[in-house]
Nanobody
Framework: VQLQASGGGLVQAGGSLRLSCAAS????????IAWFRQAPGKEREGVSC????????YYTDSVKGRFTISRDNAKNTVYLQMNSLKPEDTAVYYC????????????????????WGKGTQVTVSS
């Protein structure tokens, strides 16, 4: 499956964006979906992850209560709703998928993914 993230843009602090990750093929073979981000000069960071079929979701501490991951399997699309955006959220955001499940928040570790989409830039101005 090929993944493509979209929905990024420039927004003022406190604003919202919804990112989408569309799959060219079917998500059905993949158990885990995730969002990562990478700011200039920083390592790629896990933002959110969860099972494609629902259940527990995980978030890095800095976005808890502000970001929400969701999926529409019928549309082969994963979303990341981002509210109350902060300048420190500025980064290129990537979606990723993994065939096999991982226990707990380990799914936030980028080393466990080989299937990545092209990123989308999110810039939050102060």
């Amino acid at each position: 499956v090929q993944l493509q993230a979209s929905g990024g843009g420039l927004v003022q602090a406190g604003g919202s964006l919804r990112l989408s990750c569309a799959a060219s093929g079917s998500f059905w073979d993949y158990s885990l979906i995730a969002w990562f981000r990478q700011a200039p000069g920083k390592e790629r960071e896990g933002v959110s992850c969860g099972s494609r079929t629902g259940g527990s979701t995980y978030y890095t501490d800095s976005v808890k209560g502000r970001f929400t991951i969701s999926r529409d399997n019928a549309k082969n699309t994963v979303y990341l709703q981002m509210n109350s955006l902060k300048p420190e959220d500025t980064a290129v955001y990537y979606c990723a998928a993994r065939m096999h499940r991982l226990p707990g928040s380990i799914c936030l570790n980028s080393l466990h993914y080989v299937n990545w989409g092209k990123g989308t830039q999110v810039t939050v101005s102060s």
